[in-house]
């Protein structure tokens, strides 16, 4: 059996080089065929769906601006993703010295990294974001550089950040379509998640630190019920800036407006005409036409099963979700019933939308030592041909 699985691993290093490549999750948004007909205030805007990128509703939305504090969504997941949240340090004494909206730091003040994302989310402060970026790379533009590179990598390609907190800078701009993409990442984070839904909190810093309540800027957390962030934003030259998510039936929703006078009405109406649109769909494969080998067990293919999933797509886009199945050539014995073997990707224009796994119907054990070793051999070409 040891000279049968070198020769396994042998052919496998060959095989796979004829595999399939796993396609990425591209970080793009893709246009539905009908386009929405809602009037907005908003002088850019974008609605979206979280999970496949669906733009539903979209005006001016590659438009450079100013963003105001929803710059803030990328300060806070920096932050967090910098890691030891909850470790304790003095803020700088120079970087709360900030015009605008503060978490309300002083000289001195002993917080954490989590407690300044509450105060970057919640009431939006200044001095939380500029605390935060210094603490992290001892300088605003060293932040800076690590929000650009952040940015390229998530393929926000009309952003360029100077200031952590949203401060007019020369320089610094952003657009909706690359807002909804920063948020829809953001999100994953379930750290950030659990941050910006946040009516009110209980933060504890100070010298000495204790616990203090920090109120959301965002009115959408009390008068749209799904809402569960994201960030809103002023400045005079940005104007009111808003991003918000909405999760409503399993289907997500993430709409943006910039320099938006009626922004709050603007959300609620786009989110209800995106939940108005969007369904969730289930989704099966037939994979009773699928084979995998099980070498060295007494059965010679696994029976397999297709997990089902649920897509949120729109009526028109039913039809163009494909599918691309990521399966082994064999697998070795001593398997448990129900484990993962291999995986379906659900695609919509590009886009893996959904993953299904597909899973062992039974256990499979290894044949007795005696077992003809070339008949091993002799089927286990055969399976790969």
């Known amino acids: 059996m040891n000279i049968l699985k070198t020769l396994t691993l042998l052919l496998t290093a060959v095989i796979s080089a004829a595999v399939i490549a796993m396609p990425t999750t591209a970080q793009k948004l893709f246009y539905e065929e009908e386009r929405a007909d809602i009037s907005v205030s908003a002088s850019a805007a974008i609605l979206i769906e979280a999970d496949t990128g669906t733009v ?9 601006r100013s963003i105001a504090s929803t710059t803030k969504i990328m300060t806070a997941l920096l932050t967090l993703e910098s890691g030891n949240p909850d470790e304790s ?19 001195g003040d002993i917080v954490t990294r989590r407690a300044l994302c509450y105060g970057m989310l919640l009431p939006s402060g200044n001095d939380a974001a500029n605390a935060a970026a210094i603490n992290i790379s001892g300088s605003y533009s060293a932040f800076a550089e690590k929000m650009n590179n952040k940015a390229r990598a998530l393929g926000m390609e009309n952003s360029n950040f100077v200031t952590p907190s949203g401060l007019d800078a020369k320089g610094q701009y952003s657009c909706a379509y690359d807002l909804a993409l920063l ?16 009516k009110s909190a209980k933060v504890k810093f100070g010298n000495p630190p204790t616990e203090r309540w920090l109120n959301n800027s965002n009115k959408l957390l009390k008068s749209y019920p799904d809402c569960f962030g994201v960030k809103t934003g002023f400045t005079d ?41 969007v369904r969730i769909q289930s989704a099966g494969y037939d994979i009773s036409s699928l084979t995998l080998p099980v070498i060295g067990s007494d059965k010679e293919n696994a029976e397999l099963i297709a997990k089902p999933v649920n897509l949120p797509i ?72």
């Not at 082994?328 to 990707?345: C, S, T």
Request: hydrophobic residues 40%; proline residues 3%; charged residues 25%.
């Open 56 to 64: 539903l509703y979209a005006r001016n939305e590659k438009e450079h």
């Open 89 to 107: 340090f003095v803020v700088d004494s120079t970087a709360i010295l900030v015009e605008g909206t503060s978490m309300g730091l002083k000289e």
């Open 183 to 198: 948020a829809a990442y953001a999100l994953k984070n379930e750290d950030f998640r659990e941050i910006c839904c946040k």
């Open 237 to 277: 030259n940005a104007g009111r800036t808003l991003v918000s998510a909405a999760s409503r039936n399993g289907v997500t929703l993430i709409a943006v407006t910039l320099s938006a006078p009626d922004d709050w009405n603007d959300h609620k109406k786009m989110l209800d005409y995106g939940f108005e649109k």
């Open 314 to 385: 729109t009526k028109s886009q039913k039809n163009g979700v494909t599918t691309i199945v990521h399966l082994p050539k064999f697998i070795y014995p001593n398997v448990k019933k129900g484990e993962a073997v291999g995986e379906i990707h659900y695609i919509l224009n590009g886009r893996v939308i959904a993953v299904s796994e597909i899973v062992t119907a039974e256990e499979y054990e290894s044949k007795p030592q005696e077992v003809d070793f070339f008949t091993n051999i002799i089927r286990f070409i055969k399976n790969l041909f």
